[in-house]
Nanobody, 124 residues
Framework: QVQLVESGGGLAQPGGSLRLSCTAS????????IGWFRQAPGKEREGIAC????????YYSDSVEGRFTTSRDNVKNMVYLQMDSLKPEDSAVYYC?????????????????WGQGTQVTVSS
């Protein structure tokens, strides 16, 4: 049974930091690229970061470039999203997702497996 489980969401102040984790099971994790997406109320789901299956390359959307960093541990079957310099507009439900292959994509249609999401709220 394929599972992606996000954790680490919560409330942060503007300018603060949060670290999201995504724990994978039920598939050969090291063969899959991982993406991070977010969706705010009334908005489309947005791809914000991705990392290749080996972790050798990453890519970020303009909205988070320089503030967010994704990494992975293929021994622990985990992916991380370090979020710094948070802004109120970063508030959303954050999802991790996986697709087979060594490439990068921020397109939702590329992804096969999805987590259930974790809420991030940035507010003073």
């Amino acid at each position: 049974q394929v599972q992606l489980v996000e954790s680490g969401g919560g409330l942060a102040q503007p300018g603060g930091s949060l670290r999201l984790s995504c724990t994978a099971s039920g598939f050969t994790f090291g063969d899959y690229a991982i993406g991070w997406f977010r969706q705010a109320p009334g908005k489309e789901r947005e791809g914000i970061a991705c990392i290749t299956s080996t972790g050798s390359k990453t890519y970020y959307s303009d909205s988070v470039e320089g503030r967010f960093t994704t990494s992975r541990d293929n021994v622990k079957n985990m992916v991380y999203l370090q979020m710094d310099s948070l802004k109120p507009e970063d508030s959303a439900v954050y999802y991790c997702a996986a697709f087979w292959g060594e490439r990068l994509s921020l397109y939702t249609g590329s992804y096969e497996y999805w987590g259930q999401g974790t809420q991030v709220t940035v507010s003073s």
